[in-house]
């Protein structure tokens, strides 16, 4: 699978958990905001580099970061 793919997926997921996550009541929001920003946090550190393809896990993190942020506008 190439990089072109795995980003199409990962957008793919972004919209449908936005989605969800919009009809959850604000509390939970909150929660999930919170949960996905810890695992964010996880995502950064460098082990995740280790014998992967550079461009491919940075483009992965500028995903999650942008989806941290929108969670958190939601929340």
Do not use: C, T, Y
Not at 5 to 22: C, D, F, N, T
Not at 27 to 33: A, T
Not at 56 to 69: P, T
Request: net charge negative; charged share 25%; proline share 4%.
């Amino acid at each position: 699978m190439n990089q072109q793919s795995v980003l199409g997926i990962i957008h793919a997921q972004e919209l449908l958990m936005v989605s969800l996550i919009r009809i959850l009541p604000p509390d939970e929001r909150r929660k999930v905001s919170d949960e996905f920003h810890s695992q964010v946090e996880l995502a950064e550190a460098p082990h995740l580099s280790d014998g992967h393809d550079r461009a491919m896990v940075e483009a992965f993190r500028a995903h999650i970061r942008k989806l941290s942020m929108l969670l958190a506008s939601l929340s």
